[in-house]
Structures are given as structure tokens and as C-alpha cells.
């Protein structure tokens, strides 16, 4: 009769469940990516974040200089010559609306990114410590999730700015400590469902501690449910940026942001419409590129993660 080893199969098991959740995420990756709306979105939102980063610098237009003799051109293609200086026109203090566009562009990414890594980390650790010992911590923290759940983001966004200076860490500490029950709900259910396994108490029995059990076990299991939402709530956490720089909440003048812009340039919309039109057309585009990826990965998570577990 063969002779089992115990160790070996308490090794081995946790290794193939780690490997398992690395390897559904690659596989939903590469076929999102497989994807023709993947692929194009994703060369939009490059190229966007390209602009973003090197035009501004390479430019060396500052956003926020004046030049009132230049004020209110308009774009090249409904002016009368070209303008190398100024392409998308300039605005009532005839100030570059490509490069603040872009500009403005780059902050709403930085506060898009940062909001939801804020969002995974903390939604992600409360839902890791609900599901995985369950009783009265999964009752405590799922009963603060719920009383999270039932205060609206954009007001509780306006409270606290609205009594606050809104910088730039305010603006991302308040959307993302808004946000995360989403994933808190989605990584407790993925946790309840897996501590179960023989993987689990596989490596219970080898020795292996909670943390590491929860972070290089369960934690790779974790990213296929949640990848497709962290992208799409990029482009959610880019429009309440938006909304509140349109307010006067969020990033102060005269750092330009979409909404500032787009809130000083409804004042002349008829007769320099390109002001609150151009920051428009980036975002439009932007949260388009956005949508197409996560809508992809969405779909290839429906095929692949579904059927793998």
C-alpha cells in the first residue's frame, strides 16, 4: 500500500489554490485583451494619459498664465488660421485650453487612481476580515458596511468639503472612504466561500498563520471578482471629481481641473463655447476608453472566472 505525506499535501494544496487565482486573472487579461474594443479603448486611454503626462512639459506653457491679449481665440478649426500656441482656442484670460484640458485631465486621473486603490485597500481588508473568521467580526463589520451603504457618497462628499479647504488628499480620502463597501460585499463573499476549502485547512494544519493564509491564499483569489469593478469606478470617481470641481469642491483655481473649467466656461457659452466644450471632450473620451476595458474584462471575467471555480 502507498505511503501518503502528509507534508507534501499540505504544501501543495495552498500552492495550487495560489496559483489558481494568479492564473484566472491572467487568463481573463489575456482574453479582454483578445478583444478588439479591449484593444482600442486601451490605445485611447494611452494616448490620452501620454498627452497628459509629456504635452503640459514638453509645451512649457504654463496653465495658469495670463494673457488677456490672446483671450477667448478661438480653435483652429473654426478661426481663421492656425494657432501653434494655442490650438483648442484660449479662454476669458487667454489662457491655453489644450494644455488646461490636459492638465485638467491629469489631475482627474491621479484623483480617479488614487480613490480607488484607497477603495480596494480598505473595502478589501474589511471584507478579508468579515468573511475569513465570520461570528462577531463579520457581524460588526458588516453591519458598519450597511450603515456606510445608506449615506449617499455625493453628500456625504459635500459635508465634509464643504466644511473643509478641498485639496487634493481631502478630495481622494472622502470619495474612497465613501466607496468601499462594494468590495468589502464581494471580497466576503469570495472569503466565505473559500475558507471552506482543504486548501485552507491544509495550510491551517502546516502552520501557517492567518495573515499569511489571507494575504498569499485568498488574496489572489480575490482580484478576478473585483478587477472589472476597480476599472469602471476610475471613470465613476473621474466624474464625481468633476461634479465637484463644478461646485466648487474640489480642486481649487488656478489649478485647472474638468470641473473648474467647465464651471467658469458656462458663462460664455455663446460666444466662447470651446471652454466648457474642450474639457468635456477629454472626459467624454476618457471615461469612453475606460468603459470599453471594463466592460471587456467584465465579459471575459462571466466566461473564465465563472466556469474555473
Not at 491572467?26 to 486611454?45: D, H, N, T
Not at 460666444?271 to 474584462?297: E, H
Request: glycine share 8%; hydrophobic share 55%; net charge positive.
Amino acid at each position: 500500500m502507498a505511503v501518503v505525506d502528509l507534508n507534501e499535501i499540505t504544501v501543495a494544496q495552498p500552492l495550487a489554490a495560489e496559483r489558481r487565482g494568479v492564473s484566472i486573472t491572467r487568463r481573463i487579461w489575456r482574453a479582454a485583451f483578445a478583444s478588439y474594443e479591449f484593444r482600442i479603448g486601451l490605445a485611447i486611454f494611452v494616448i490620452l494619459v501620454a498627452a497628459a503626462l509629456f504635452y503640459p512639459w514638453l509645451s512649457g506653457i504654463d496653465p495658469t498664465k495670463l494673457n488677456v491679449s490672446a483671450k477667448l481665440n478661438a480653435p483652429w478649426f473654426i478661426g481663421d488660421k492656425w494657432m501653434w500656441s494655442a490650438p483648442l482656442g484660449t479662454d476669458q484670460l487667454g489662457r491655453d485650453m489644450l494644455v488646461r484640458s490636459l492638465v485638467g485631465l491629469r489631475y482627474s486621473l491621479l484623483i480617479g487612481f488614487s480613490t480607488v486603490a484607497l477603495m480596494l485597500v480598505v473595502g478589501c481588508t474589511i471584507g478579508m476580515l468579515s468573511g475569513y473568521y465570520g461570528g462577531k467580526v463579520d457581524l460588526i463589520l458588516m453591519r458598519l458596511t450597511d450603515a456606510q451603504l445608506s449615506i449617499p457618497m455625493i453628500i456625504l462628499a459635500i459635508t465634509v468639503l464643504g466644511v473643509s479647504r478641498p485639496t487634493i488628499p481631502a478630495i481622494i480620502l472622502v470619495l474612497g472612504l465613501s466607496s468601499w463597501p462594494v468590495y468589502a460585499r464581494v471580497t466576503r463573499s469570495v472569503v466565505m466561500t473559500e475558507r471552506k476549502q482543504e486548501y485552507v485547512r491544509a495550510a491551517q494544519v502546516s502552520g501557517a498563520s492567518n495573515l499569511r493564509i489571507m494575504l498569499f491564499l485568498l488574496a489572489p483569489l480575490i482580484m478576478p471578482p473585483v478587477i472589472f469593478i476597480s476599472v469602471l469606478d476610475v471613470a465613476r470617481m473621474m466624474i464625481f471629481e468633476s461634479i465637484l470641481g463644478f461646485i466648487g469642491l474640489g480642486v481649487q483655481p488656478p489649478t485647472p481641473t474638468f470641473g473648474n473649467i467647465i464651471a467658469d466656461g458656462r458663462k460664455y457659452l455663446l460666444n466662447a463655447w470651446w471652454i466648457a466644450t474642450m474639457p468635456g471632450v477629454f472626459l467624454c473620451f476618457t471615461l469612453t476608453s475606460v468603459n470599453l476595458m471594463g466592460a471587456t474584462l467584465e465579459r471575459a471575467r462571466n466566461r473564465i472566472y465563472g466556469g474555473a471555480l
